[in-house]
């Protein structure tokens, strides 16, 4: 007797409730995605991408700006336009600090605060019992916990490289962010835990793990530091790369510069925010440097770590930066050996002090500068792409680009296309720069 196998997968999934995720922000809360949908997956749900016909939207915010209230709302109606019985949960850093203005956005069902974040799966109705609601069931509490944690599952990604949560919360306080009072103090996951998690995503084929955290420079659990968890994630077989994501600059000790330098796997990669290169600014952000700290210590990184990758967060418009205090941090940006910036302009946060600061720059103002900083990392990152030109790197291959050339990235985060009718994706090979252009280097595979 024949089987049509297409045939019976599709009806098997058809027969499947069917689940959206959606990710707003920052790379911790795309791991936490991931590890939701992970767990819905095992659950029953058939995942499909954003955007589809659905049965369940979960949708994981951020709170970092003041569109996050906008953004939810434009989301939640474009869901309900093609899926009108989508049952809609909320989850991450806004449903933590506006869970109120959320009770009152139409269409959603279910708003999870931060406290029970993970256990999201839990509150769901069963499966095939989803319904809309007359008002939204709300779980939230001002207080999140304080200990070490674990994560069940492992992420599911589609991509070569996987995201792998290691800590949370933040106790530096700086005066712009609201992330302390939406993520909670600072805390670790477990190591064991988060070995687990590294070997299951290494047996499903990431070869890439990207440290999350939103300081993850602080983490410290079972008596180890994030030096003496990556020593451990090296083992790991399978696990060909680790690359740390943003890391505050006085949480980065010498012996980390050092092993980046010597190790095969630690990419030659730093993310070091840097926000304003005006020490008043600095001093009023709450950051802990001064300008001449920041800097000596990008210069020492450079200098112990060969053709290192560097980047960094600038912030424009914060109260009080006037045209001199911007020329400061255009000129320390320009001086600095960056490949790269992310240019974000100031969010005034309820709660935050700086919210309660006057002296704004004029949106006039700010937007010029945000331009000015964007043509300038332009012109960095060109420049950090050219130096790559005659040098063999390592690439780790991910897909075709609209241009038809597989691409990928280095460990130094250049992003680098070639032409071939071979399948590279999710492997590694040696590749010779052989150009340049903005946001990406050209090379041809090296002769074995």
């Known amino acids: 007797m024949c089987t049509d196998l297409s045939y019976n997968v599709a009806t098997m999934q058809a027969a499947q409730p069917r689940a959206s995720l959606h990710t707003i922000g920052c790379r911790l809360n795309q791991a936490e995605t991931a590890l939701l949908a992970d767990r819905l997956r095992r659950d029953g749900y058939h995942l499909v991408e954003f955007g589809q016909p659905t049965d369940l939207l979960v949708l994981n915010t951020c709170s970092v700006t003041e569109h996050a209230e906008t953004d939810c709302r434009h989301l939640v109606r474009r869901t309900l336009r093609h899926s009108p019985h989508a049952f809609v949960a909320v989850t991450g850093c806004y449903a933590q600090t506006g869970a109120e203005a959320l009770r009152h956005v139409p269409g959603l069902d279910l708003i999870v605060g931060a406290q029970y974040k993970m256990s999201l799966p839990d509150y769901l109705p069963a499966p095939r019992a989803l319904r809309k609601q007359p008002a939204p069931q709300v779980m939230h509490t001002r207080k999140i916990d304080r200990e070490d944690f674990v994560l069940a599952g492992a992420g599911d990604y589609q991509s070569t490289r996987a995201n792998l949560k290691v800590q949370d919360g933040c106790d530096f306080m700086c005066s712009f962010c609201i992330i302390p009072f939406a993520r909670g103090h600072e805390r670790s996951r477990r190591p064991e835990d988060v070995l687990r998690e590294a070997e299951e995503l290494a047996s499903r084929g990431h070869r890439e793990l990207v440290l999350t955290g939103v300081n993850v420079g602080r983490y410290a659990s079972g008596g180890l530091s994030l030096l003496d968890l990556i020593h451990r994630l090296e083992r790991i077989a399978g ?12 949480t980065i000790p010498d012996a980390l510069l050092d092993h980046m330098a010597d190790s095969q796997k630690l990419c030659r990669y730093l993310h070091v925010p840097l926000q304003s290169g005006d020490d008043e600014i600095l001093r009023v952000m709450r950051r802990r440097y001064s300008v001449r700290d920041y800097a000596a210590f ?23 930066e006037g045209e001199r205090q911007f020329a400061n941090t255009l000129s320390l940006a320009a001086e600095l050996p960056f490949g790269y910036f992310h240019v974000f302009s100031f969010s005034s946060r309820p709660g935050t002090a700086a919210a309660r600061m006057g002296n704004a720059p004029r949106p006039a103002a700010v937007k010029a500068r945000s331009r000015t900083l964007a043509q300038l990392s332009r012109a960095k990152r060109l420049a950090f792409y050219q130096g790559q030109i005659g040098r063999t790197v390592k690439v780790l291959f991910e897909s075709r680009d609209s241009d038809g050339l597989w691409t990928g990235l280095t460990g130094n985060f250049v992003r680098v296309g070639l032409a071939t009718s071979s399948d590279l994706a999710n492997t590694v090979h040696d590749v010779v720069v052989t150009g ?3 946001g990406l280097a050209v090379g041809q595979l090296a002769a074995c």
Do not use: C, Q, Y
């Open 239 to 250: 696990v060909e790369r680790i690359r740390i994501s943003s890391i505050e600059p006085t």
């Open 298 to 320: 990008i210069e020492k990184a450079a200098h112990r770590i060969p053709n290192l990758g560097l980047g960094t967060d600038l912030m424009v418009g914060f109260p009080g």
């Open 436 to 438: 340049a252009m903005d």
